[in-house]
């Protein structure tokens, strides 16, 4: 079984400064791990994602996240945030062997972007 | 390309209903996946479905039901309804049952039991 910890439910940010959500997980088995972004009323988009091979991975629009195994975390980053980031965006794991496909999402870290 | 549809956007019903979900995968993906959102309770994986059959179930009550259709749309059903299924409900598929296969979502269906 997998679990996730999103330690910061809100994360308040002026626009054009950097930022962190992290992301911590708990697996017994290897993960896949994912960043999913909700915006208000909407359903969930694919961010990024980490399958295999090199440990950072980049969305298309300026987000990176980490693999970190030895320290269980997968954070995402931003150097510089635009008022279009604001949503929730939820950290996802899912095991490379069993689990039955399913991912296990953390609790969700609300971004709000400031002027 | 479409993405995952679902209908229901909304959906009100009444405490002892049922509610009907309703999925369209992205057009050749096999594996059709539901979760629940439910405030306080964040995101829950409720079932799996691939090639018509149920390969996994979440922590929830056999009133919650469902079934993949042979061109892979999938229905979520929920029987008795109680005032704590209000919840957003998405659906999400995927290319095939391969592990690391990216789950896409729907935009949801709201549940609103009074």
């Known amino acids: 079984a997998q679990s996730v910890t999103q330690l910061d439910s809100q994360v308040p940010v002026f626009e054009e400064a950097p930022v962190e959500l992290r992301c911590n997980y708990s697996s017994s088995v290897s993960v896949y791990l994912f960043w999913y972004v909700q915006y208000p009323n909407q359903g969930l988009q694919l961010l990024l994602k980490?399958?295999?091979?090199?440990?950072l991975v980049e969305s298309i629009n300026g987000f990176e996240a980490e693999f970190n195994k030895s320290q269980t975390s997968f954070h995402l980053r931003k150097p510089s945030v635009h008022i279009s980031d604001t949503a929730e965006y939820f950290c996802?794991?899912?095991?490379?062997?069993?689990?039955?496909?399913?991912?296990?999402f953390g609790t969700g870290t609300q971004l709000k972007v400031e002027l | 390309e479409a993405g995952v549809t679902q209908s229901p956007t909304h959906l009100i019903k009444t405490r002892g209903q049922q509610a009907t979900l309703r999925c369209s995968p992205i057009?050749?993906?096999?594996?059709v996946y539901w979760y629940q959102q439910a405030l306080g309770l964040g995101l829950q994986f409720l079932l799996w479905?691939?090639?018509?059959?149920?390969?996994n179930r979440g922590n929830f009550p056999p009133r919650f039901s469902g079934r993949q259709f042979p061109n892979y749309s999938s229905e979520l059903n929920v029987n008795a309804l109680e005032l704590e299924d209000s919840a957003l409900y998405l659906c999400?598929?995927?290319?095939?049952?391969?592990?690391?296969?990216?789950?896409?979502f729907g935009p949801g269906t709201r549940l609103l039991v009074l």
């Open positions: 057009s050749g993906h096999t594996s």
């Open positions: 999400a598929s995927s290319l095939d049952v391969t592990i690391g296969e990216t789950q896409y």
């Open positions: 980490y399958l295999s091979g090199s440990t």
């Open positions: 996802a794991v899912r095991g490379v062997t069993g689990g039955g496909n399913k991912l296990t």
């Open positions: 479905y691939d090639e018509g059959e149920e390969r």
